[in-house]
């Protein structure tokens, strides 16, 4: 079992950053892909970055590319999402999810998940 416990969301301004963090309990999170999604009003959850369990191989949604940055500290057991120059439609709620032995964007590979936090960005 893995426990998932995202912070770090808020309010912030277009243009902003937030770093958004997730720490885990549970074993053997360094066998863990960890990947960040989001799911806005209405809208279905969607990938937004993932990094590997040594945290060597990371890939992003189109959207956030070259903006956001994952990173993840095993000493520590938490995974962080760094968002800088934020736009509206990043208004969401940001999930982390955890999948053993793989790297992923797709929601139905991953086994845990946090319960969100909310990050808006206003105009």
């Known amino acids: 079992q893995v426990q998932l416990v995202e912070s770090g969301g808020g309010l912030v301004q277009a243009g902003g950053s937030l770093r958004l963090s997730c720490a885990a309990s549970g074993r053997s999170f360094d066998s863990y892909g960890m990947g960040w999604f989001r799911q806005a009003p209405g809208k279905e959850r969607e990938f937004v970055a993932v990094?590997?369990?040594?945290?060597?191989?990371?890939s992003y949604a189109d959207s956030v590319k070259g903006r956001f940055t994952i990173s993840r500290d095993n000493a520590k057991n938490t995974v962080y999402l760094q968002m800088n120059s934020m736009k509206p439609e990043d208004t969401a709620v940001y999930y982390c999810?955890?999948?053993?032995?793989?790297?992923?964007?797709?929601?139905?590979?991953?086994?845990?998940w946090g319960q969100g936090t909310q990050v808006t960005v206003s105009s």
């Open positions: 990094i590997s369990w040594t945290g060597g191989s990371t």
């Open positions: 999810a955890a999948a053993l032995g793989l790297v992923s964007m797709w929601t139905i590979e991953y086994d845990y």
